[in-house]
């Protein structure tokens, strides 16, 4: 029995988090930059107290955005003066709507839905559909920050009917994109792929080349989730490449954090742990406070799970103050179980307790099923190490008809493995039987499905150091000694198909030991529950850990 940590939940939210941000407004472009500013900024000064002029602001306002929100904010402003003194009514509900993304980036949120509702009621009375949808959109952002997804998910889909009817691509592929972010952090993960993918078509008859990657990015984290390790690696390689193009940094840190996700589900946490740190440099110095958030919960777990629990734990601790103050319920959430997890480590269970309660209730706040069926897991094994058995119970019989609900197996297969265990301490030899033996159907089923993903690794991490090795490799080559390495190629292929053959026998071997490894344990616990019958020695069935 061993607590189960957050680790798919938080790679759940990490991209989110990721992928909504920039798509605040209805026109995305490459970040700006500062002589951009500059020159912008030049013109605005000569500009007469015009409609330009205001235009202007409320152009510098958004561009500003990335580089320094605070500025940004102040020349929204100005924006909103000008405009109610020359009576220019869309340059008005335009400062609004920046001043609000901005704030939104400085995570004022309340400060950013009073911005955006002022610009609603312009841009209704305006009749400025476009306006509308655009300002739509970002209010769903504000409520998606809040975890509200509920709420967000119905503007986003406001935005999405307005823009249908007056054909505005590029913003209905933003809709798109953010609700498919909801469809993926609620585990819906059929529905994400056809949002993404609609979303990717509209980018790329747009030659939005910015969101096209970010999309492709979504995809991937998409397929990494279901354990499609090839597809996924294959569209954040699309992604990166289009990011190296645009020399955008903060899609690089959010490719490296993607790809570090699946080199800890291959089995490389160092390799995962120093693609980490690269993005957390990248996003102190944007100034990014939920993406810094993120990254050190994913270092916190690497941490823990190399047993080095005081630099998990002062990992955790400084994402947990950033969520706090950006108000991240999902975050919050999933650090303070992942910190409730280090107490049990140290066999602190009381604190454990409380502290996984304080997550069960921000994840019942946010209506995130598969992180309460999680908590409600960790409280039931806590207090089954307590010998609470009849409040554990409770626990796990709940836990199962939520991961019946989200389809989480291996939460599920914990469960019958718990349940039994307490039924058979508890006496009750039939119970504790079915359990087991669902739990072992259930085991069957996902090792299968594990040979399976061994395979995929394993594949993963050959063609992923392969790619990364050629990468770097062709980085320094002239065209000459590009034609020499051709000379190489069939080597490798040969070598390639060596390692399959490889790994094909491997896959027979572990099937064969998979195979009698579920007998052999199913015989023994039937002659375990015969035994036990005959001697009556309760605590003595089924004692697992």
Do not use: C
């Not at 400060?111 to 739509?136: C, I």
């Not at 970010?214 to 989730?225: A, F, K, M, Q, W």
């Not at 504790?432 to 259930?442: C, E, G, N, P, S």
């Amino acid at each position: 029995m061993a607590i189960t940590n957050h680790l798919a939940n938080l790679k759940a939210w990490i991209t989110l988090s990721v992928a909504f941000m920039p798509l605040l407004i209805f026109s995305q472009t490459k970040n700006p930059t500062l002589n951009k500013i500059d020159s912008l900024k030049n013109l605005a000064n000569k500009e007469k107290q015009d409609t330009s002029r205001v235009n202007l602001f409320n152009t510098i306002s958004y561009e500003l955005r990335r580089v320094s929100p605070e500025e940004g904010l102040q020349l929204a402003e100005k924006a909103i003066e000008l405009s109610k003194k020359i009576g220019y009514k869309k340059g008005e509900a335009e400062g609004n709507r920046f001043g609000g993304i901005n704030l939104y980036r400085l995570s004022q949120y309340d400060s950013a839905l009073l911005y955006y509702t002022r610009a609603e009621n312009l841009f209704v009375e305006l009749k400025d559909e476009r306006g509308l949808a655009a300002n739509y959109n970002n209010i769903g952002n504000i409520h998606l920050g809040r975890s509200n997804l509920p709420e967000a998910l119905q503007y986003y889909q406001k935005a999405i009917a307005i823009n249908e009817k007056i054909e505005n691509q590029i913003e209905l592929a933003n809709n798109l994109t953010n609700v498919g972010n909801i469809y993926f952090n609620t585990s819906r993960f059929s529905e994400a792929l056809e949002s993404y993918n609609r979303a990717r078509l509209l980018y790329g008859r747009t030659s939005n080349r910015y969101s096209e990657a970010l999309t492709l990015g979504n995809i991937g984290s998409v397929y990494s989730s279901l354990g499609d390790y090839l597809n996924a690696l294959e569209n954040l390689q699309l992604s990166l490449k289009i990011y190296d193009s645009l020399g955008d940094r903060s899609g690089k840190a959010d490719n490296l954090v993607r790809i570090a996700h699946i080199l800890e589900d291959i089995g490389e946490p160092d390799s995962a742990y120093v693609r980490y740190q690269k993005s957390l440099a990248i996003w102190e110095e944007l100034g990014e406070k939920r993406e810094q958030a993120s990254v050190l919960n994913g270092l916190g777990i690497i941490e823990m799970d190399r047993s080095n629990l005081e630099k998990a734990l002062e990992y955790f601790n400084r994402s947990k103050s950033i969520y706090e103050q950006i108000e991240s319920v999902e975050g919050l959430a999933a650090t303070w179980s992942n910190i409730a997890t280090i107490y049990y480590k140290r066999n602190q269970l009381n604190v454990a307790m409380e502290t996984q309660q304080k997550a069960l209730r921000l994840y019942e706040e946010a209506g995130m099923k598969r992180g309460q069926g999680i908590v409600q897991l960790n409280i039931g094994e806590i207090l089954m190490r307590q010998s609470n058995y009849q409040d554990a119970l409770s626990h796990f019989i709940l836990v199962l008809d939520i991961s019946e609900e989200t389809g989480d197996k291996s939460t599920q297969m914990t469960a019958f493995n718990n349940l039994s265990t307490l039924y058979a301490a508890l006496g009750n030899h039939k119970k504790a039987y079915d359990y087991q033996t669902k739990a072992i159907a259930l085991e069957k089923e996902i090792a299968g499905a594990e040979i399976t993903k061994q395979v995929n690794r394993k594949m993963i991490s050959y063609e992923f150091e392969l790619k990364e090795k050629e990468y770097q490799y062709q980085q320094k080559l002239t065209e000459s000694e590009l034609q020499k390495q051709q000379l190489f190629a069939d080597q490798r292929s040969l070598q390639r198909n060596i390692l399959i053959v490889g790994i094909l026998l491997l896959v027979i071997v572990a099937a064969v030991i998979s195979r009698n490894y579920i007998k052999q344990k199913h015989l023994n616990s039937l002659l375990g529950i015969e035994r036990d019958k005959s001697e009556k020695l309760l605590l003595n069935i089924y004692l697992r850990k």
